[in-house]
Nanobody, 120 residues
Framework: QVQLVESGGDSVQAGGSLRLSCEAS????????MGWFRQAPGKERERVAT????????NYADSVKGRFTISRDNAKNTLYLQMDSLKPEDTAMYYC??????????????WGQGTQVTVS
């Protein structure tokens, strides 16, 4: 059973930066695609960014392109999200997710508990 633990959330001023981390344990991390998602109060959960198992392919939501960078360190079983030029609309609970890649589809079966990001 894969376990994901996020950290790094905080309260920052607009224009600031944060780096979120997601440490994985209990599974074959290197074979999993992974992603960051977020959910603001009263809104649906949205995809922020995803990364392939090898880390070579990334995909971003239009709202964060050019500001956020997803990366992974397979040796450390850790996923990162570098967030720069933060805006108040980035305020949300951020979740890490992971799962196997099958026929080109990332099946995100495992989720963390989330870490809160607040931008004022």
């Amino acid at each position: 059973q894969v376990q994901l633990v996020e950290s790094g959330g905080d309260s920052v001023q607009a224009g600031g930066s944060l780096r979120l981390s997601c440490e994985a344990s209990g599974g074959t991390y290197v074979n999993y695609c992974m992603g960051w998602f977020r959910q603001a109060p009263g809104k649906e959960r949205e995809r922020v960014a995803t990364v392939s198992p090898g880390g070579t392919q990334t995909n971003y939501a239009d709202s964060v392109k050019g500001r956020f960078t997803i990366s992974r360190d397979n040796a450390k079983n850790t996923l990162y999200l570098q967030m720069d030029s933060l805006k108040p609309e980035d305020t949300a609970m951020y979740y890490c997710a992971a799962g196997p890649l099958s026929s080109g589809v990332c099946n995100l079966a495992y989720w963390g508990q989330g870490t809160q990001v607040t931008v004022s």
